[in-house]
């Protein structure tokens, strides 16, 4: 079946400017993350939806991050006033419940001019 | 929070068996994961184990865990060109996962 896809595969935006990233998980998986990875790391927790709601959102590194999941299914992390220290590739993934294995996007490179 | 811990780099010959290592913090991490990522691609799942087993096998791959030294480790056998990759350990704690920075694993021939 279908994996998990993220759009755009890439994204080069201008610092200062807002961007949308879409994350579109394995249909049924109620659980959601974003990761974030910069060049040279492993990926970093962001945040953990469970349903629609934003169960754990300890890793979003401040308030210009947001990301929501209204329908429970897709899922957008919003970045407001990009700074170029965002630039990295952010990754999604998603399980069919808290405690099963995450099956990962092929990821937004993001890259902030 | 979570501390995993990987070798950055490993050369081995095609054929021959890939041995990665990683070691972690936190020991009440239930499952263990390896996985594979190609360049420009996104994570893909290779293996896991749960934390009360020390031994898993599948096909070419061998997963140990040593969890009084926190230790766990990936084998590769027969390696192939198709295997160079970055490979990541990552740990569960509850549902989030903490990665190694990754070993990049290059096969010549």
């Known amino acids: 079946g279908a994996g998990v896809s993220q759009t755009p595969s890439n994204k080069v935006t201008e610092k200062g400017k807002y961007v949308e990233l879409r994350c579109d998980p394995i249909?049924?998986?109620?659980?959601l993350y974003w990761y974030r990875q910069s060049l040279g790391q492993g990926p970093e927790f962001l945040i953990y939806?469970?349903?629609?709601?934003?169960?754990?959102d300890s890793g979003l590194p401040n308030d210009r991050f947001f990301a929501v999941r209204p329908e429970g299914s897709v899922s957008t992390l919003k970045i407001q006033r990009t700074e170029r220290g965002d630039s990295a590739v952010y990754l999604c993934?998603?399980?069919?419940?808290?405690?099963?294995?995450?099956?990962f996007g092929p990821g937004t490179r993001l890259l902030v001019l | 929070g979570e501390d995993v811990e990987q070798s950055l780099f490993l050369s081995v010959r095609e054929g021959d068996s890939s041995v990665i290592n990683c070691t972690y913090t936190?020991?009440?991490?239930?499952?263990l994961y390896w996985y594979k990522q190609e360049p420009g691609a996104g994570l893909q799942l290779l293996t896991y184990?749960?934390?009360?087993?020390d031994m898993k096998q599948d096909q070419r791959l061998t997963v140990l865990l040593n969890k009084k030294d926190k230790h766990l480790s990936l084998r590769i056998a027969d390696t192939q060109t198709g295997d160079s990759a970055i490979y990541f350990c990552?740990?569960?704690?509850?549902?989030?996962?903490?990665f190694g920075a990754g070993t990049t694993v290059t096969v010549r021939a």
């Open positions: 993934a998603s399980s069919r419940d808290n405690q099963e294995t995450q099956y």
């Open positions: 249909s049924g998986h109620t659980a």
């Open positions: 939806f469970q349903g629609t709601g934003a169960a754990d």
């Open positions: 936190d020991s009440s991490s239930t499952y």
């Open positions: 184990i749960f934390s009360n087993m």
């Open positions: 990552a740990v569960s704690n509850d549902y989030k996962l903490s």
